[in-house]
């Protein structure tokens, strides 16, 4: 098995990586740091839990270490779909970098221009933003891309997703043409197919197993459910998701509740915090210091229900996630992996337990046709047949003990879920944590048709060589 140490990269990197407890190399990275190193181009077709992120920061960092920043031009420049995506990997530089001296700057939405335009005046080695916020500083006169030598486009297929390829098109062109690349995404549909043959040179391509479709360690269900009358349905499905959540008791420790609407990610979790359980919402329309605290409360334990959209939870490295609880079944299957993937990380046991309402059949079949198997039926906790209307309206009311106005606890049947018009495909896609108005989807790519991409058949995970030591949240390993 190849260790650190054969990698020839920086005695200090060496030591940062022994002190976050790493014993060796995850396939990724022992496919992809070489190659960096040598300064070539590399395509990584990895998504998280593989260790992808450290595939990159490493050599960068180890080949950052000589040379300084010059004012407003950064040295390397790292991409990334989404905030919190983005916030991840400049922990990761950090924890990396804790024996050199290296400047970083982090370019996302939600925090004020100001802060990070001093931080760039003064000079950074690496600059870590989503694409949109690039361009913002780019266009405002304050950046200049002409000194960036490494460039990384992280979860490429997210960024595809988003509409961000014209983004990160424009971005290519502006960075010296001699500049290394190192590509990744979970996928290798045709438009990023596309890409990576205008803008990589000759790339050493690594391809590592989809964390998902190798864990078996999920125990997967779903509930089949129909409302007693469309206009409950919210209020009773709330009741069927309460009901299940109860009945995994204190295995439950932790979970993340998928809902394909932001307006839905917030009404469950006002709803389950009404009927006293631990839950906060995340998605792109709220502001970035309540994502962030929401995040680190889940990550550190303290908050234990995280309501969730696709977008904002996706890539986010949580090692513990005992249970995924699907509130809607995606509209896309490829999006049913992702979510359940939170949950049986680095082979730890994970439930992923999902409600389908009867128009959600025809997205249930095209998931259990890409998984190619059944999801097992289980039964509604809350036995068999929907709650009548007089029990839903009676049971779904909180317990006395809460110390409520009398006018917000009735908001479960609240107009809010009902007068709400169903969100249009467009804020769907619009549930972009970041750069907003910027991602068009201009690539018109149907997301659909990735079905072909797939299959990763000559692939390697983490599989054995996982470390306990991954089973730690991110903090305790940075702090042991
Ligand atoms: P990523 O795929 O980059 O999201 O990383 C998944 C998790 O694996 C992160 O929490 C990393 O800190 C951790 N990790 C990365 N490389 C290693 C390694 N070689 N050994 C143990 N843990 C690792």
Known sequence: MT???????????????????????????????????????????????????????????????????????????????????????????????????????????????????????????????????????????????????????????????????????????????????????????????????????????????????????????????????????????????????????????????????KTDVDIVAKSLKKYGYDAAPIHGDLDQSQRTRTLDGFRDGSLRFLCASDVAARGLDVPSVSHVFNYDVPGHAEDYVHRIGRTGRAGRDGKAIMICVPRDEKNLADIEALVQNEIPRLDNPLGGAPASEANAEKEEKPKPTRTRSRKKDTSENDTAVHASPEPSVATEVKDTPDDKNRGRNRGGRSRSSRGGDREANNVVGLGDHTPEFIGLSFKERCAS
């Open 3 to 261: 260790k650190f140490s054969e990698l020839n990269l920086n005695p200090k990197v060496l030591k940062a990586i022994e002190e976050a407890g790493y014993e060796s190399p995850t396939p990724i990275q022992v496919g992809a740091i070489p190659p960096a190193l040598e300064g070539r181009d590399v395509l990584g077709i990895a998504q998280t839990g593989t260790g992808k992120t450290a595939s990159f920061t490493l050599p960068m960092i180890t080949m950052l270490a000589r040379g300084r920043a010059r004012a407003r031009m950064p040295r390397s420049l790292v991409l990334c779909p989404t905030r919190e995506l983005a916030a991840q990997v400049a922990e990761n530089f950090d924890t990396y970098t804790k024996h050199l001296k290296l400047s970083k700057a982090l370019l996302i939405g939600g925090v004020s221009f100001k802060e990070q335009d001093k931080l760039i005046d003064k000079g950074v080695d690496v600059l870590i933003a989503t694409p949109g916020r690039l361009l913002d500083h780019f266009e405002r006169g304050k950046l200049l891309l002409t000194g960036v030598q490494i460039m990384v486009v992280d979860e490429a297929d997210r960024m595809l997703d988003m509409g961000f390829i014209p983004d990160i098109e424009r971005i290519f062109s502006l960075t010296p043409f001699t500049r290394q690349t190192l590509f990744f995404s979970a996928t290798m549909a045709p438009e990023i197919e596309r890409i990576t043959n205008t803008f990589l040179s000759a790339p050493e391509r690594i391809e590592v197993a989809r964390q998902a479709t190798a864990s078996e360690t999920i125990e997967q269900g779903v509930i089949m459910f129909k409302a007693s009358r469309r206009d409950r349905e919210g209020s009773e499905k709330r009741k069927v998701l309460r009901s299940v959540i109860d009945a995994e008791g204190d295995a439950c420790t932790n979970a993340i509740i998928f809902c394909n609407r």
